[in-house]
């Protein structure tokens, strides 16, 4: 149970162009999830959590302009890159919390996208 | 603002050793803390999560420990082995919000 994926698992786009991630919850709502960014060889940081019905609360420094979150459904929230350039090239990493389960201070993370602006 | 750090950054060991990671953070009124693993190019498995009352958890051949007022906690990963390789990294909750402080993790190459 708990399980999260993420699609696409890897896209390569121009720069200038926009690019949509999914992150889904497949078996447990979630009314809340996270949205990371992973550059090489570093840690996640965290770019804005996601609520459900509601506006997304972004982290000092992140463009809410750029980084379009919406979380439609108790089960997908959707991170658009917009006007993608190659600096937005990372990894982006979802995670979302099971309200229900057991363990609700568990974040169930996705498998990542990976994201590469020519 | 709290900073979370990872020492050593990479480490290489045979099959069958002992190891320890470390994990310090510099604001000790953290939540929790919790232990992922992050293999390759892929996202993350929770391994062990310890809420600020606790002193360690233990699952399998990993323990993890939590020493909240020097701001520290240890991953012990006993009898390695390969397939233990991997990124390890330490994250710790600070509040209610439930947003995660991560580490910059620890790369483990266990040799066969």
């Known amino acids: 149970g708990a399980v999260v994926s993420q699609h696409p698992s890897w896209v390569i786009c121009k720069s200038g162009t926009s690019v949509k991630i999914e992150c889904r919850s497949l078996d447990f709502q979630a009314t809340t999830m996270f949205w990371y960014r992973q550059f090489p060889k570093q840690s996640l940081m965290l770019m804005a959590t996601?609520?459900?019905?509601?506006?997304?609360?972004?982290e000092q420094g992140v463009e809410k302009d750029k980084f379009l979150i919406n979380h439609a459904s108790l089960t997908l929230s959707t991170l658009t890159v917009t006007s993608a350039h190659p600096e937005d090239s990372s990894f982006y990493i979802c995670?979302?919390?099971?309200?229900?389960?057991?363990?609700?201070?568990?974040?169930?993370f996705g498998p990542g996208t990976r994201l590469t602006v020519l | 603002k709290q900073e979370v750090t990872q020492i050593p950054a990479a480490l290489s060991v045979p099959e069958g050793e002992n190891l320890v990671l470390n994990c310090s953070f510099t604001?000790?009124?953290?939540?929790?803390l919790q232990w992922f693993r992050q293999d390759p190019g892929k996202g993350l498995t929770s391994l062990l999560l310890?809420?600020?009352?606790?002193r360690e958890q233990t699952s399998g051949r990993l323990n993890a420990s939590l020493d909240k007022s020097s701001g520290r906690s240890t991953l012990y990963i006993a009898a390695s082995q390969p397939g233990d390789s991997a990124t390890y990294l330490c994250?710790?909750?600070?509040?209610?919000?439930?947003?995660?402080?991560f580490g910059s993790g620890t790369r483990l190459l266990v040799r066969p």
């Open positions: 995670s979302a919390r099971d309200l229900q389960g057991i363990r609700t201070d568990t974040q169930y």
């Open positions: 604001d000790s009124a953290i939540y929790n």
């Open positions: 996601s609520n459900e019905g509601s506006k997304a609360t972004y």
């Open positions: 994250a710790v909750r600070m509040d209610s919000s439930y947003k995660l402080i």
């Open positions: 310890i809420q600020s009352s606790q």
